[in-house]
């Protein structure tokens, strides 16, 4: 079996598969300050609880925006899975072309997104992943990465907008029944829910609009793709798995090397 570790911002995501069949995912919070130890004897715990014991784990791979956590989860691979586990990060063969000024600022997440959609739906593309931050990334028709757009994160802009007022409280980030709202919490549902719904649908379009191609296919991801995806045309496909599934991938192109 085979393990795959995106460690974003906010939550540490985790795949277990077994040739290509997925056996296990799940999220952990993203704790910057908890030791290897801590984190292996969390996934020990969750492996065991699912019937998977650390001996079944024979390789993994580990994508991450978070650089103090890397020598972390690094060594709790090795102590607790008996495996070095790739890295993906400049070397590592990804078969994607990235037309942008500076290779290196792209980020691990947006790289395997990239990939597994590509692999997945075909080019052109649009991948929108509603994370943290809320990227879009842009595919012209060769399947190469052309650059994209970085907006603020749903939940980000929730938390941002709670604290820094004495009134509003926190809410579910969920669909009100209207876009009018007849109290305070579904007031902030609406702003949020149909605020990034028209932020999605006018980037999108600006994008095909530049790339000069209607055709373009549109793929997100992400924690609150589906909520907005329930408001908007524009997005032609939700797929929770794309960033898991393209580690596996990215794992058994490398695995070969090493």
Do not use: W
């Not at 941002?160 to 209207?178: D, H, M, Y």
């Not at 045309?233 to 929770?240: A, E, F, G, M, P």
Request: proline share 3%; charged share 25%.
């Amino acid at each position: 079996m085979i393990i795959c570790m995106d460690v974003g911002n906010t939550n540490i995501k985790y795949a277990v598969f077994d040739g290509d069949e997925l056996k296990l995912s799940f999220r952990v919070a993203t704790e910057h300050k908890k030791t290897s130890d801590e984190y292996g004897g969390q996934l020990i715990t969750i492996l065991g609880n699912n019937g998977i014991g650390a001996a079944d784990i024979v390789g993994g791979i580990i994508s991450s925006v978070v650089p103090q956590l890397d020598y972390t989860l690094e060594r709790m691979c090795r102590t607790y899975l008996k495996i070095n586990p790739l890295m993906l990060a400049p070397g590592l063969k990804t078969g994607l072309n990235l037309r942008v000024d500076n290779a290196k600022e792209v980020g691990a997440d947006r790289v395997v997104n990239n990939v597994s959609a590509v692999r997945k739906y075909g080019a052109p593309l649009i991948i929108i992943d509603f994370g943290t931050a809320t990227t879009f990334n842009v595919i012209d028709k060769r399947g190469e990465f052309i650059g994209g757009v970085i907006a603020p994160g749903i939940k980000g802009s929730l938390d941002s907008l709670v604290n820094g007022t004495a009134k509003l409280p926190r809410v579910e980030i969920e669909r009100p029944a209207s876009v009018i709202g007849k109290n305070t919490v579904t007031n902030m549902q609406s702003g949020i829910v149909f605020g990034f719904s028209g932020l999605v649908e006018y980037i999108v379009k600006k994008i095909k609009r530049e790339m000069k191609c209607e055709e373009v296919k549109t793929v997100a991801t992400g924690g609150f793709s589906e909520v907005i995806a329930k408001e908007i045309s524009c997005i032609d496909y939700v797929d929770k798995l794309l960033t898991l599934e393209g580690l596996k991938y990215l794992y058994d192109l490398n695995s070969t090397e090493v």
